[in-house]
């Protein structure tokens, strides 16, 4: 499977960005999705993950009230809409899927795409 990840880039802190992540593969509306970032200096670390019915939400707690996980099942896509930016959310974000959600809460997946970089500005 090939994850496709887009949107990043610099924003002001208190901007908004949507990020996308296209799945190449016919097991896109079986799999959970997530999120993950990794800051300069830092672990990568969970975000945001989504089972494959969409009706499970997992967040990290920097990220709770301010971003929010969606899925496409038609158009094999999970999207990232990040609000409300802070300095310190400043990374570069992968997409990843997984069977399991809980997997991915682990920090976990079976499958990464490349990241895109996010950057806000103070």
């Known amino acids: 499977v090939q994850l496709q990840a887009s949107g990043g880039g610099l924003v002001q802190a208190g901007g908004s960005l949507r990020l996308s992540c296209a799945h190449s593969?016919?097991?896109?509306?079986?799999?959970?999705m997530g999120w993950f970032r990794q800051a300069p200096g830092k672990e990568r670390e969970f975000v945001a993950a989504?089972?494959?019915?969409?009706?499970?939400?997992s967040y990290a707690d920097s990220v709770k009230g301010r971003f929010t996980i969606s899925r496409d099942n038609a158009k094999n896509t999970v999207y990232l809409q990040m609000n409300n930016l802070k300095p310190e959310d400043t990374a570069v974000y992968y997409c990843?899927?997984?069977?399991?959600?809980?997997?991915?809460?682990?920090?976990?997946?079976?499958?990464w795409g490349q990241g895109t970089l996010v950057t806000v500005s103070s």
């Open positions: 593969g016919r097991t896109f509306s079986s799999y959970a």
């Open positions: 989504i089972s494959w019915s969409g009706s499970r939400l």
């Open positions: 990843a899927t997984d069977p399991s959600t809980l997997t991915m809460l682990d920090g976990r997946a079976n499958s």
